[in-house]
């Protein structure tokens, strides 16, 4: 039985802080590409953070870059995101998602939890 469960989300000011988790069981996350997806109201999906499993390096849309850091600790079989520097912009639906390769294509994850809201809001 697969699952991969996502905890974390809620309302922030600009300028917090969040860490989103995604705790997987019945597969091993460190066998897999991770990535974090966000889904902005009535838009696709779109890629936030990748590691990919293809040359194991990390990768973030520009949107992010430097605020977000994507991470996971393979003992307790979890990925997190953490978010700083946040903005009203950065308010969707997070995903994370686990797939063999990894990229920016949400077609190409396997597994995907099942959502967390973020609002950053004054």
């Known amino acids: 039985q697969l699952q991969f469960v996502e905890s974390g989300g809620g309302l922030v000011q600009p300028g917090g802080s969040l860490r989103l988790s995604c705790a997987a069981s019945g597969f091993t996350l460190d066998d897999y590409a991770i990535a974090w997806f966000r889904q902005f109201p009535g838009q696709e999906r779109e890629g936030v953070a990748c590691?990919?499993?293809?040359?194991?390096?990390?990768y973030y849309a520009e949107s992010v870059k430097g605020r977000f850091t994507i991470s996971r600790d393979n003992a307790k079989n979890t990925m997190y995101l953490q978010m700083n520097s946040l903005k009203p912009e950065d308010t969707a639906v997070y995903y994370c998602?686990?797939?063999?390769?990894?990229?920016?294509?949400?077609?190409?994850?396997?597994?995907w939890g099942q959502g967390t809201q973020v609002t950053v809001s004054s």
């Open positions: 998602a686990a797939g063999p390769l990894g990229g920016w294509r949400p077609t190409w994850y396997n597994y």
């Open positions: 590691i990919s499993k293809v040359d194991g390096q990390t």
